[in-house]
Structure formats: structure tokens, C-alpha cells
């Protein structure tokens, strides 16, 4: 493999990398790192594989080292590999950025704001603050992906999404991400209008626990939440009824007289119209914070647009006691 020439001193000779590194190799090794193979990426790119193989070794003679190793399922980056795929994602949303920038400034009607979104704040929160955004700008183009947590951060440091919306939870290594915490939310436990356990004084685990419980499995931490609020409010049900469908536990509850274990912000639209209500019983231990997720100060960039709607609807909320401050 030909290495990166160096100067007198043994080090790369300066500038090397600033001349001779180009925006294409930064694409191509972006891609590789997400698709996780030659293959993958090369559709992503619309190049041939022997193509982006040849522009991989390309930048491999340039940093003077292997990017990727070969695995039975792909490939995977090498240290070095791995500093070059960060540099290359914050490039390249800095390019993002800038185009979008341009086409604001040359088209205000062209100005747009995408958010990633958490399921639970995408059902209960997203949608009442889109009403508002659209109201108040109308010529503004709203883009809305949801996912989990670690489908959206990378995306949102590379410059595809502008904000995340929802639970906060601490990273694991630090991302150069701000994280501002705008509200708290627990599980609770949710039952239809006119539910027994609403007029009936004992609410009592037992008395509770004798209804059954839905326990929706949306993701791996609303499980867990659930299954720490159910411990905590030790609950025994007879029956248990583990979902993957909102829509289904949705129904359950308003059909049945099952109680629904989930965050309220979830059924947050039924608890407004008067259709669902939280059982007024403390659930200790689950308690998480939730807000937005930017890589400017939200005061700033594409986040001021969306913070004060934000902060009203999450009023809202409070009053409802679907979320606390």
C-alpha cells in the first residue's frame, strides 16, 4: 500500500490531507461505515462495487493505513477508519447545512426544519406541535422521521435531521450534542371513561391487579419502564397481555376494562377529548426526562422555530398531568 508522503521531520508533509482529500472519498467512506458493506454502499451511492473498491483504496494510500476490515458480514472500521467515518459525517452536514442555508437565503419560501422524533413523543406530543408550527408558518417544509434513539443521533450529527424530539437519555460516550430537558414523564396507569377502578375506593394493588394488565412492547426501555412501574406498584395480575401495537392496546382500553400500562404522553390526544384517565395511584422509579436533542443551542438554528410551540403544548400537557415540569 503506497503511504502518505512525509516531510523531513517524519511527520505528513503539511497541508497533505487539506489537498489532496476530496469530498467524494469522504462520501464514499460515510456510506461504507453505515451500510456496513461495499455492496450496500455502493447502491446507496449508485456507483459499481469495483468502483467505490478503487475509491476506498484511494483513501487508504492517503491516510497511510486500512480503513475497513473484512468480516463474514460485511465490514467493519478500524481505529483509524473510525476517526476518518466522524470526521467525514461532521463534513458532510456541514455541507448539508450550508446548502440548505444558500437555499434559504435565496428562497425564503424554500426554508425547511426536519425532526426525528421518539415513538412516544411522535404519538403524543408531535402532533398538536405540528399544528401549531404549520399555523404559525406556513410556507415552512416540515420533514418528520421516527425512530429510536440510536437510529436518530447518528443522522442528526451528520446534518439529515435539525432536532430530536423526546426521552433524553444520557449518551454513552460524549457526542458533542445538547441535550435540553423541557419536561418529566413516568408510566402510568390507564384506564377508559367510566372504568370501575375510577369510582371504586380501592386501589389497592390487589384491586387493580384483578382487571389484568396491557403491556404495550413498543420499545426495550418503555418495557423496562413498565416493568419497573409494575414492580413498584406491586401489581400481580392474573392476566397479561404484552402488545406491539399501540393501535390494538388503544382499542383494548377503550373496549375493555383492562388497564394500560404506558407513559400517558402516548394517549395523550384521549386523555385531552376526556376518553382515557390516569389512575391517581404514585408510581416510584420511573420518572424520565424528555426534551430536544440539537447540535446548536436551541435559541438558535433551525430549533428556535419549534422550542416556544414546544413549551406551550408541554404546558398543556402539565395541566393534564400527562407530563410534570
Given amino acids: 500500500m503506497m503511504l502518505a508522503p512525509v516531510s523531513g521531520s517524519g511527520g505528513p508533509t503539511p497541508n497533505y490531507l487539506e489537498q489532496r482529500l476530496k469530498i467524494r472519498h469522504l462520501r464514499a467512506i460515510d456510506a ?17 462495487q469495483p468502483s467505490l ?3 476506498l483504496h484511494e483513501v487508504e494510500s492517503l491516510m497511510g493505513g486500512e480503513l475497513f476490515t473484512r468480516h463474514a458480514r460485511g465490514v467493519q472500521a478500524t481505529a ?15 455541507i448539508r447545512r450550508l446548502q440548505n442555508d444558500m437555499s434559504r437565503l435565496a428562497d425564503t419560501r424554500s426554508a425547511s426544519i426536519t425532526v426525528g422524533a421518539l415513538p412516544v413523543a411522535a404519538a403524543g406530543l408531535l402532533p ?28 442528526l450529527w451528520a446534518g439529515d435531521i435539525d432536532l430530536i424530539i423526546g ?6 460516550l460524549p457526542d458533542g450534542l445538547i441535550r435540553t430537558v423541557l419536561y418529566h414523564e413516568a408510566v402510568s396507569f390507564i384506564v377508559r371513561k367510566g372504568h370501575p377502578l375510577l369510582t371504586d375506593s380501592d386501589l389497592s ?6 382487571y389484568g394488565l ?3 412492547t413498543l420499545t426495550q426501555r418503555i418495557e423496562q419502564d413498565v416493568q419497573s412501574a409494575i414492580q413498584a406498584a406491586r401489581l400481580n395480575p392474573a392476566r397479561q397481555l404484552r402488545i406491539s401495537s399501540m393501535s390494538l392496546a388503544r382499542e383494548l382500553a377503550s373496549t375493555t376494562d383492562f388497564v394500560v400500562a404506558v407513559p400517558a404522553m402516548l394517549v395523550a390526544d384521549e386523555i385531552r377529548r376526556g376518553l382515557f384517565c390516569p389512575l391517581a395511584i404514585p408510581v416510584q422509579g420511573t420518572r424520565r426526562s424528555g426534551g430536544i436533542i440539537s447540535r446548536d443551542p436551541p435559541q438558535s438554528g433551525p430549533a428556535r422555530l419549534i422550542l416556544p ?3 406551550n403544548q408541554l404546558a398543556e400537557l402539565r395541566e393534564l398531568a400527562i407530563v410534570e415540569a
Fill in 80 to 94: 483509524m477508519g473510525s476517526m476518518l467515518c466522524e470526521t467525514a459525517r461532521g463534513v458532510l452536514g456541514q
Fill in 205 to 210: 394493588p390487589e384491586g387493580i391487579s384483578r
Fill in 167 to 172: 426521552r433524553l437519555y444520557p449518551p454513552d
Fill in 309 to 311: 410551540i414546544l413549551r
Fill in 53 to 55: 473498491t478503487r475509491t
Fill in 128 to 155: 398538536a406541535v405540528l399544528r401549531e408550527l404549520c399555523d404559525r408558518a406556513p410556507d415552512l417544509n416540515v420533514n418528520v422521521l421516527q425512530g429510536r434513539t440510536e437510529e436518530l443521533l447518528p443522522r
Fill in 32 to 48: 461504507i461505515d453505515r451500510h456496513g458493506s461495499l455492496l450496500g454502499a455502493a447502491r446507496s451511492l449508485h456507483v459499481s
Fill in 214 to 216: 396491557v403491556l404495550p
